[in-house]
């Protein structure tokens, strides 16, 4: 089993930044976000491997950077430039051993 906890959401103006956080309670093999904004699917916003690698939607790409601390099992999203329709729920989520768990989702508001 894996334990997520996510931090970092709220409210933001269109240009601003935030940054989430998301903990694991141990070591992953992939760690990302997702989000989903009422009424649309659920999408992947960008994610990055044990080793490093990472993978971002075109939606992103340029404004969003993952980055992760594996001596901390905690990926981070800093989102900047951010648009109205970033607003959604960021789901984080962790592959270990070929089983996906998910955090609880933190909102993010990008409105004036």
């Known amino acids: 089993q894996v334990q997520l906890v996510e931090s970092g959401g709220g409210l933001v103006q269109p240009g601003g930044s935030l940054r989430l956080s998301c903990a694991a309670s141990?070591?992953?093999?992939?760690m990302g976000w997702y989000r989903q904004a009422p009424g649309k699917q659920r999408e992947l916003v960008a994610y990055v491997t044990s080793g490093g690698s990472t993978n971002y939607a075109d939606s992103v790409r340029g404004r969003f950077t993952i980055s992760r601390d594996n001596a901390k099992n905690t990926v981070y999203l800093q989102m900047n430039s951010l648009k109205p329709e970033d607003t959604s729920v960021y789901y984080c989520y962790a592959q270990a051993l070929a089983v996906t768990y998910w955090g609880q989702g933190t909102q993010v508001t990008v409105s004036s």
């Open positions: 141990r070591s992953s093999r992939a």
